[in-house]
Every structure is written in structure tokens, then in C-alpha cells.
């Protein structure tokens, strides 16, 4: 049960509420002006700034943001003592040389990479197959190099006949060969062809020769699809 106090109390907030939520909606844009007097005043006896930022600041802290600042700029280095903490070295090998003084235009220039006689030597790419070729035989390696090397620097060589196999089954269609040694001990050579079929790489036909010499295995798949291009053999 409220009591009679309690009762009044909430009957004179109330009326406060109801008169003072229109009289600060009536003056509430006259409130500004009277704050901006009151500051203005407290200025002329102060003389200072009570809405100056820099009248608030602390002194040391703008002193210690200073300090920290020259603390992480970069150290500023001259051309001389660039040269003795070792910028006049180059190449980044175990044993750098020192670059020549002077300037640049009397730098030596680079010759070009060239072999012997000005001429560009190919270079050759020997997969795992072609490395199972035995070592003994100078014959298979030079024939593994050719059959499996990059692309030359000019046409193929009359002489070399690992090479004319090669072309020439490119020629008659083939997608994939492959030259690797055979047999337990690895003294025969087994050369494996794909062929397109009417120019399709869709369908190919298999050709596969086992014989002790590499050339001659080479030699007997590229005789076998010269018949098949030619009708002779189904």
C-alpha cells in the first residue's frame, strides 16, 4: 500500500517533468549563447584561451613525441662512408669482387655467352627413361641424347641417324617415342612409338621393337611405320 509521501512525491516529478520538457524545448537555443558568455568572461579574468587546444597540452609530451621521432628516422648515409661499409661490392656469391672504381661508362662490358667458332651449342634434356640407357655403351647414350634432346639450333645432321629417325617419325605422325634399355642386365634397348591415327591424337597405334642395338630397334619401328602409313600391313 503507497503511503501519502510517496504519493506526492511522484505527483511533483511528474508536474516538473510536464513543465520542464516545454520550457527547455522554448530555451534551449538561447542556452549556447549564455555557455559562450560565461567562457567569455572566465577568459578576461584568466587571460587565456579555455577553447585553445594548445592551452591544455602538455609541454613535455610534444618534447618526448620529438625525441621518439628522431630516435626511429633512418640514418642518413654520405657517398663516402656508403662506399667503406661495402656498397661497392656486387654479385651475391661466396666470393663477391670488388666493382671497379671509376665511372660507369669505362665499366667492362660482358661478352656474350658464344662456344667455340661463334656458334650456339644445343643443349639436351635426358629424361629418367633415357637414363636407364647402359653406361657402357656410347652408342645408346649418344642415341638416348638424340632421340629425347631439345630443340636444335639448326636442321638435323646427315651423319647422325638417330637423328633422321626421329624427324622422319615426326613426319609420319608420331605423338610419344620413348628409347630405354631392356632385359635384367640392361643389354637390350626396347623403342616404343605412338602413332595418330588418320590425325587424330584421340587414337593411336602402338609400335614396339626389342633389339640389341638402339639404333636398330629405332630403325625397325620406323620401317614398320612406313608399311602402315603405306598400306602394306594392317
Do not use: N
Request: aromatic share 8%.
Amino acid at each position: 500500500m503507497q503511503t501519502p509521501a510517496f504519493l506526492a512525491l511522484r505527483a511533483l516529478v511528474m508536474l516538473a517533468t510536464l513543465v520542464a520538457v516545454p520550457m527547455a524545448a522554448l530555451f534551449w537555443k538561447s542556452v549556447p549563447s549564455c555557455v559562450d558568455q560565461f567562457l567569455a568572461r572566465c577568459e578576461d579574468r584568466l587571460g587565456i584561451s579555455l577553447t585553445d587546444p594548445t592551452t591544455w597540452a602538455d609541454p613535455g609530451k610534444a618534447r618526448r613525441e620529438e625525441e621518439r621521432l628522431g630516435l626511429m628516422e633512418a640514418p642518413r648515409f654520405e657517398a663516402r662512408a656508403a662506399q667503406t661499409a661495402g656498397a661497392d661490392w656486387i654479385g651475391g656469391g661466396a666470393a663477391p669482387r670488388p666493382m671497379p672504381a671509376g665511372p660507369a661508362s669505362k665499366l667492362p662490358t660482358p661478352e656474350p655467352l658464344m662456344a667455340d667458332g661463334g656458334e650456339v651449342r644445343a643443349s639436351y634434356q635426358v629424361p629418367a627413361a633415357a637414363r636407364r640407357v647402359g653406361a657402357g655403351s656410347a652408342d645408346a647414350q649418344r642415341g638416348a641424347m638424340s632421340m629425347f634432346s631439345s630443340t636444335s639450333a639448326g636442321s638435323p645432321r646427315t651423319e647422325d641417324p638417330f637423328t633422321l629417325v626421329q624427324h622422319r617419325l615426326k613426319e609420319l605422325g608420331a605423338t610419344y617415342y620413348l628409347l630405354e634399355s631392356w632385359g635384367a642386365d640392361g643389354a637390350q634397348y626396347r623403342f616404343h612409338c605412338q602413332m595418330a591415327v588418320a590425325g587424330s591424337e584421340r587414337y593411336s597405334r602402338q609400335f614396339e621393337v626389342i633389339a640389341d642395338d638402339p639404333l636398330t630397334a629405332m630403325r625397325r619401328v620406323l620401317s614398320s611405320v612406313e608399311d602402315w602409313k603405306a598400306g602394306r600391313q594392317p
